[in-house]
Nanobody, 125 residues
């Protein structure tokens, strides 16, 4: 059984940067898709960025060019580098891992089985 633990959230001003980390343990994630999702109060959970087993990345349009998803060499730590943050990026951010290939839906929550508890990101104007 896998476990995902996020860290790195916090409060920043508009235009600032943060780096989120997700430590994966208890399972072999090298063959898994992994992704970052976020959920703001009153809104549905949305996919932000995903990375596959050969490190190809997919991004939501809203973060393309500002956010970068990456992994360490062991693929047991997932990162999300967030630049030029905007108040609209304020949300709880979740790390997720899929046990199979999400196919055409790498940013859909239902494609993922393992979830972390989340880390809060707050961007003020």
């Amino acid at each position: 059984q896998g476990q995902l633990v996020e860290s790195g959230g916090g409060s920043v001003q508009s235009g600032g940067s943060l780096r989120l980390s997700c430590a994966a343990s208890g399972s072999t994630y090298s063959k898994y898709y992994m992704a970052w999702f976020r959920q703001a109060p009153g809104k549905e959970r949305e996919g932000v960025a995903a990375i596959d087993s050969v490190r190809r990345a997919t991004y939501a349009d809203s973060v393309e060019g500002r956010f970068t998803i990456s992994q360490d060499a062991s693929r047991n730590t997932l990162f999300l580098h967030m630049n030029n943050l905007d108040p609209a990026d304020t949300a709880m951010y979740y790390c997720a891992a899929a046990s199979g290939n999400p196919g055409s839906f790498p940013l859909h929550p239902r494609s993922y089985y393992y979830w972390g508890q989340g880390t809060q990101v707050t961007v003020s104007s």
